[in-house]
């Protein structure tokens, strides 16, 4: 790669780097952001580090969901610790490695101009920006992988690389069987990929096609998603029978979220604090005061600081098909976001949510800037760009904002990292976690030096069971023992205080707050609570 080519793509990912830095700090750890930790750290002496090496980390973290990013960050954990900054930091820089080789994929196959107006559109896209920074999808590996190998796949079949070799084919394959490993459903974009290849790059394919080059590419492919195909072999195929199943009715209820995904709001209120939220407070770090500087003097003039528009500007990018068409990365991207979304949006239980929709990405703007580059008046190419870009960072800066004046949605609560703080107080305790939320994050941050333990089923169920009943009742039993929940307004699964509240009277116990811990706005989030025997009447 020549180093002034590359000047460009260097320089959208630096921004897209100083912007996820600017993001880190503002929410706490999502419990699905921490999900991959968990093999890492069972419960452990205060006095034990993670081993030398990462000895009982299982193959898969969920059916669905392989243990390749825990590997990952085993030695990033073990050197520096965890934290909200060991946790998103990495995933922040591979993001911008996924934006940098993006940038060479696009100036290949739409040119100099597309790649530059791509990459800058790319680092500064809000969602895309948040999902590979807060990544509890996961995103940030397939995201990374999708990209690396297609850059590989273009390097073994193209006529005019000079050091194309076999390793290509090989690498470029390795990428998608691992993307598959890391998250099975990377199934909806190879498919995609797939479809795309064929429709639109078959001459090409038909040229490398032969036994030796597809022995090649199934061996390395297999190669990566192994630890996969193992976990199925031995698990009666478990990541198909637990997880395909379809759903067309929901199909046309799932393209909201694609417009809320494209045009950059969909995590208003799940990540950042909505401005109607109770309690806002003045924003009084550098960054905060920026921001709402140019809130009150930018955008809120211009309109836009809760959408990009970015999904009108497609729409409208459709219509100059009589100059983009004749551009193949155009018509590919469209390909694959057509089959990726159809089949995203027919699986049950997904596509709804924005880092299943993120997983369309970088292809809408490849699109997006491929089309841009193919006008005729070069001025109104670079202009558009131009005004897309800003019009993202307008909608990053809202984020901004209301992180710094609302706080953090309540499965990102900033109420966290003094909840966190507070235990080391209660670490010779056992701390049953009665809702969703809690164990994941605080069990990273702790390292697996407290004794958790799960108690949520027990509590979910307006009818438990006997063996339920039996579980209840010893965890009130504990004379040691806390509870740690969100408060009732905040709850994750609905009512699971009040249900323990019930059935620790009918044991003749009650509830005792020991502590609430609010968020930076003084809101309250979190409760650690004991359960003491009724006095005798």
């Given at each position: 790669m020549h180093p002034i080519r590359s000047r460009a793509g260097l320089a959208a990912s630096a921004l897209f780097v100083l912007l996820g830095v600017l993001v880190i700090p503002y929410a706490g750890i999502q419990a699905d952001e921490a999900l991959f930790s968990t093999p890492l750290f069972p419960h452990i002496g205060k006095d034990l580090r993670l081993p030398r090496l990462p000895h009982h980390v299982p193959l898969m973290i969920m059916t669905y969901v392989g243990s390749l990013k825990t590997l990952a960050y085993w030695p990033i954990f073990r050197i520096f610790g965890a934290s909200a900054w060991t946790l998103r930091l990495p995933v922040v820089l591979l993001g911008a490695i996924t934006i940098f080789i993006f940038f060479h994929l696009a100036r290949v196959f739409g040119g100099a101009r597309a790649a530059a107006i791509g990459a800058f559109l790319l680092a500064t896209d809000p969602v895309f920006l948040l999902t590979n920074t807060f990544d509890w999808g996961p995103v940030a590996l397939e995201h990374a992988f999708l990209v690396t190998g297609c850059w590989f796949l273009y390097r073994f079949g193209s006529k005019v690389a000079p050091d194309a070799r076999i390793w290509h084919l090989v690498a470029g394959f390795l990428c998608w069987g691992l993307a598959l490993w890391n998250k099975a459903i990377f199934v909806w974009a190879l498919s995609g990929v797939i479809a795309g290849g064929v429709l639109v790059f078959w001459p090409e394919i038909k040229r490398c096609l032969s036994p030796r080059v597809v022995l090649v590419a199934a061996a390395a492919f297999l190669c990566g998603a192994l630890p996969l195909v193992i976990y199925n072999l031995s698990h009666a195929s478990a990541t198909l029978t637990e997880n395909a199943h379809l759903d067309p009715r929901s199909v046309p209820g799932k393209w909201i979220q694609v417009e809320l995904a494209a045009n950059g709001s969909s995590l208003f209120g799940y990540m950042a604090g909505e401005q109607w939220w109770p309690n806002p407070k003045v924003p009084q770090s550098l960054d905060g005061r920026a921001a709402a500087w140019?809130?009150?003097?930018?955008?809120?003039?211009?309109?836009?600081?809760?959408?990009?528009?970015?999904?009108?500007?497609?729409?409208?990018?459709?219509?100059?098909?009589?100059?983009?068409?004749?551009?193949?990365?155009?018509r590919f991207s469209l390909v694959f976001m057509a089959v990726t979304w159809l089949l995203?949006?027919?699986?049950?239980?997904?596509?709804?949510?924005?880092?299943?929709?993120?997983?369309?990405?970088?292809?809408?703007?490849?699109?997006?800037?491929?089309?841009?580059?193919?006008?005729?008046?070069?001025?109104?190419?670079?202009?558009?760009?131009?005004?897309?870009?800003?019009?993202?960072?307008?909608?990053?800066?809202?984020?901004?904002?209301?992180?710094?004046?609302?706080?953090?949605?309540?499965?990102?609560?900033?109420?966290?990292?003094?909840?966190?703080?507070?235990?080391?107080?209660?670490?010779?305790?056992?701390?049953?976690?009665?809702?969703?939320?809690?164990?994941?994050?605080?069990?990273?941050?702790?390292?697996?030096?407290?004794?958790?333990r799960i108690a949520i089923g027990p509590v979910n169920t307006d009818s438990p069971s006997p063996e339920q009943l039996g579980e209840i009742r010893d965890m009130l039993r504990d004379p040691g023992g806390l509870i740690l929940a969100h408060v009732h307004e905040h709850e994750v699964f609905p009512d699971v205080g009040a249900r323990l509240d019930r059935a620790a009277r009918s044991f003749g116990y009650r509830r005792e707050v020991v502590r609430s811990i609010p968020d930076s706005n003084g809101r309250p989030m979190f409760e650690i609570v004991r359960f003491v025997p009724e006095d005798p009447a």
């Open positions: 140019i809130k009150a003097h930018i955008s809120d003039h211009l309109g836009v600081h809760r959408s990009t528009g970015f999904y009108y500007v497609f729409g409208a990018l459709l219509l100059a098909a009589p100059w983009w068409w004749k551009h193949r990365a155009a995203m949006a027919l699986t049950h239980d997904a596509g709804a949510s924005a880092h299943h929709v993120v997983l369309l990405w970088p292809f809408p703007i490849l699109f997006a800037a491929v089309a841009l580059a193919s006008l005729p008046w070069r001025p109104l190419a670079w202009a558009a760009g131009a005004i897309m870009m800003v019009m993202n960072l307008l909608v990053v800066n809202q984020y901004v904002f209301q992180f710094e004046r609302n706080g953090a949605g309540d499965v990102f609560s900033d109420a966290l990292y003094p909840l966190s703080a507070s235990l080391d107080e209660y670490a010779d305790r056992t701390l049953y976690v009665i809702d969703w939320g809690i164990f994941e994050n605080l069990n990273l941050l702790h390292q697996g030096r407290l004794d958790f």
